[in-house]
Nanobody, 117 residues
């Protein structure tokens, strides 16, 4: 099991930027894929972006061109750079990961992102 700790959420004006961080308790090389999900009030949790062990990235259509996921192998950390934020990006953002050899995901506690119009 991997412990994931998110940070970097907060309140920002529309058009602004935030960078979320997700630190893993184990080496990132033991992780097959790491991702960011979000859940807005009254809505289902949805994938925002993920990054695989080979560096391949995947984005939701709603964030393409505005968000960028990256990782720092030395720090066992994945980042989500969010630019041109919109009020509809307001949600709790969760980090998750799948370790090699496991089918179930580990989740962080979530961090609130609020974009004011």
């Amino acid at each position: 099991q991997v412990q994931l700790v998110e940070s970097g959420g907060g309140l920002v004006q529309a058009g602004g930027s935030l960078r979320l961080s997700c630190a893993a308790s184990r080496t990132i090389f033991s992780i097959r894929v790491m991702g960011w999900y979000r859940q807005a009030p009254g809505k289902q949790r949805e994938l925002v972006a993920d990054i695989r062990s080979d560096g391949t990235t995947n984005y939701a259509d709603s964030v393409k061109g505005r968000f960028a996921i990256s990782r720092d192998n030395a720090q066992n950390t994945v980042y989500l750079q969010m630019n041109s934020l919109k009020p509809e990006d307001t949600a709790v953002y969760y980090c998750n990961c799948y370790m090699w050899g496991r089918s179930s995901a580990d989740w962080g506690q979530g961090t609130q992102v609020t974009v004011a119009s």
